[in-house]
């Protein structure tokens, strides 16, 4: 049996505007089933980097609150930190992220909570007995949590092609160490360059791994646990990841962490894309760059293979922006993703995905 995927597109008249379209594919996906009376409700969704303005508008977000909690659920918003240093790398910064964004009671009427708490370290660990993990390491308050709606901004991404549900799943509701063993196979590196030796790293480093060495600190691979709280612990950003994984490993590892949080939330997720403002890269960027197609619409579906799917074919149904990232497939039918990043097979996420059990490819696309 094919999944459902529930569409509605972005025109609107007098009585059916954005807010009734949403309520409306909401109701369609049977979100009553999913969400009881006094389910503590996370909303994962991400806040956008400082600088960036693709991400998805707050007042969206709202129509999707005010559905929980007139269902008598307890929402709240939520996104994991970063592994890089920036803006969102811990919980203080992260939440003045989202509220200058927007996202604040006043607008979204929903506290804003960081899934893995101060510095990425609160999480719980799952067994998943896959390819690549037999267990991962996801944020606390996903886990702790009664119910789960995805949104995701759906847009393009450098490893992955494109990134949609299945990418807020398994990267955005991993710990920082769950990050960390996804992007790399191999712990961080201090670049001696930047390095003051101020022995910061090293006092925080939950296993010593951190060493002197040439005046200069440098990490011990056989000791550390990758769990890349140096990363952001260094007050020169000396601590660098180590892009050492190749995209088809990448994806796997994002679909196993993916796989951890749908067992989790079995019969308790709603998965939600949000069409609008496709941009190029990930919302993780300081800037963002032209839509690369005009905007579409909202999908929602209970299977999160099937939602990505559809997003995707949806997108390469429209004609490409000639002003854009695109450097090929602008015609109607064109591989749009491949036309952003010609060496990534953006299949992949999608055909593990399949054969690990998360969801189908094959849907019916209903529109509302």
Known sequence: MKSKVYFADLRTTFTNNHTTKINSILDRTDVSQVVDKTDLVAVKLHFGEKGNTAFIRPIF????????????????????????????????????????????????????????GLRGSDEV????DAKHFSEVSIASAIILSDALISVAHFKGHELTGFGGTIKNLGMGCASREGKMKQHSNISPKIK??????????????????????????RINSENCIGCAECITICPQ????????????????KMVEYALGVIRNKAEKSIFI????????????????????VPDIG????????????????LLNSQTGLVDSALKTGH????????????????????????KMGIGKRCYELVKV
Request: proline share 5%; glycine share 8%; hydrophobic share 35%.
């Open 273 to 292: 894309n949000f069409l609008t403002d496709i941009s190029p890269a990930c919302d993780c960027y300081g800037h963002s760059d032209r839509n690369i």
């Open 192 to 217: 001696p360059g930047e390095c003051t030796a101020c022995g910061k790293c090293a006092d925080w480093c939950p296993v010593s791994a951190i060493e002197l060495f040439n005046e200069k600190f």
């Open 298 to 313: 909202i999908l929602t579906s209970l299977d999160p293979v099937a939602i990505d799917q559809a997003s995707v074919d």
């Open 331 to 354: 015609e109607k039918g064109g591989d749009k993703i491949r036309g952003l990043y010609p060496e990534v097979d953006w299949e992949i996420q999608l055909r593990y995905a399949e």
């Open 61 to 116: 977000i709202r129509d999707i609150v005010e559905k929980i909690i007139k269902l008598g659920g307890k929402p709240f918003l939520t996104d994991a930190n970063t592994l890089y240093r920036g803006e969102r790398s811990e919980a203080p910064s992260h939440i003045n992220i989202a509220l200058s964004h927007g996202f604040n009671y006043t607008t979204v009427r929903a506290p804003v909570i960081i899934a893995d």
């Open 125 to 128: 660990r799952l067994k998943v």
């Open 237 to 252: 950003g000396s601590v660098k990841i180590n892009w050492d994984g190749n995209t088809e490993d990448f994806q796997e």
